[in-house]
């Protein structure tokens, strides 16, 4: 029994030993690192809790289909597809600024907002 379990551990683990990952390399990064990616200088990201969009509020731990029933599609969005981090970059007309929704495992971990400026293409 033991050495069943042993060996159906190592079958799983292969993919992680000889990739370094179970997923693709490419979309894993540091939060900061794709938000550098997307503009907005560190300094000028606030972090919050929640936002309104037009359908709804938006809170940590939501899950992305939630939220994109409730802000429509984002203004820009990383890593397309299934990864297990994606960064979504809202901006309503309404508002002043833009949010940045950071995505692990399709849930919500960390919400930023920054003051839109007159020369980002995320604003105009």
């Known amino acids: 029994m ?5 060996c159906c551990g190592l079958l ?29 200088p560190k300094e000028f990201r606030i972090d919050v809790s929640s936002f309104r969009c037009p359908g709804g509020v938006i809170t940590i731990g939501d899950l992305i289909r939630d939220v994109r029933r409730k802000c429509g599609d984002p203004v820009r969005e990383t890593c397309p597809g299934n990864e297990p981090y994606r960064v979504l970059v809202y901006r ?8 940045f929704l950071n995505f692990i495992f399709e849930k919500v971990q960390r919400i930023q907002t920054v003051r839109c400026e007159s020369d980002d293409p995320d604003c105009r």
């Open 92 to 99: 309503f007309k309404q508002s002043p600024y833009k949010y």
């Open 2 to 6: 033991i050495k069943k379990l042993c």
């Open 12 to 40: 799983l683990s292969l993919p992680v030993i000889f990739t370094g990952s179970a997923f693709s390399q490419e979309c894993i990064r540091s939060p900061d690192e794709k938000l550098t990616e997307l503009s907005a």
